[in-house]
């Protein structure tokens, strides 16, 4: 979690550099694919960095809720322990750095709701891209450097970081229905469940991590926006 919020973090001054920099330069703003009324870049900027914000506040939100202690034992009732088994959990979360709490181990929403916040960065990621992909396409908006070349076409320089952005995002939207899945969790420990959150949410976390660091790059190569 540290290490995305730190790429979280990133992303947000990039783009702050780029509104600082063509923040005052023109756009025509474009509602339904179709030109709608001019607008400055710091707009369309604004649109990829507020919500960049807003998944930084819940990550902090969220870490409270997340990163807590499981330990129950057998069937989540510390019953070896007895009656010093909630001073063991307290001590053990203590030496870990987690918070403490009652065990969870059925009870898998807090992990269903950090898989929701990694699908949420790497939507937004994902609007980035898609905007860039398609300014690039229009040809005299935006100016990124180190495309992606064409074997074909030497002329052409591909936004590919852009389409990657956009394939990661609807990657991790699609995992997210899984991790949902796993909510289902019968009685006091499924197995099932219990795999299948260990085949999607490292996935995800990885996709996420892969975006951050790929929007990054893409801030750092454009070179100018707008006119």
Do not use: C, Y
Request: charged share 20%; glycine share 12%.
């Amino acid at each position: 979690m540290e290490h995305i919020g730190l790429l979280l973090s990133e992303n947000i001054l990039r783009l702050a550099n780029l509104e600082q920099e063509f923040g005052g330069r023109v756009l025509m703003a474009m509602t339904r694919m179709q030109p709608a009324i001019p607008i400055t870049v710091g707009d369309r900027v604004a649109a990829w960095r507020a919500p960049l914000e807003r998944h930084q506040q819940r990550l902090k939100e969220q870490s409270g809720r997340l990163l807590v202690v499981q330990l129950g034992g057998a069937a989540g009732t510390l019953e070896k322990l007895g009656d010093k088994g909630v001073a063991v959990r307290a001590a053990l979360a203590a030496k870990l750095g987690l918070g403490d709490g009652p065990q969870w181990h059925s009870q898998r929403d807090g992990l269903a709701e950090f898989a929701g916040w990694l699908s949420l960065v790497t939507g937004s990621l994902g609007k980035f891209g898609q905007d860039v992909a398609l300014m690039a396409q229009m040809g005299t908006d935006i100016k990124v450097s180190d495309g992606g070349g064409s074997s074909a076409m030497p002329h052409k320089q591909n936004p590919v970081k852009a389409e990657a952005l956009v394939a990661l995002a609807r990657f991790n939207a699609v995992q997210l229905s899984g991790m949902h899945q796993a909510l289902v969790h019968e009685q006091e420990r499924s197995g099932a469940a219990w795999m299948l959150e260990w085949l999607i949410l490292p996935q995800m976390a990885v996709a996420t991590a892969a975006a951050l660091r790929l929007a990054a790059e893409l801030a750092a190569q454009i070179e100018s926006l707008g006119h």
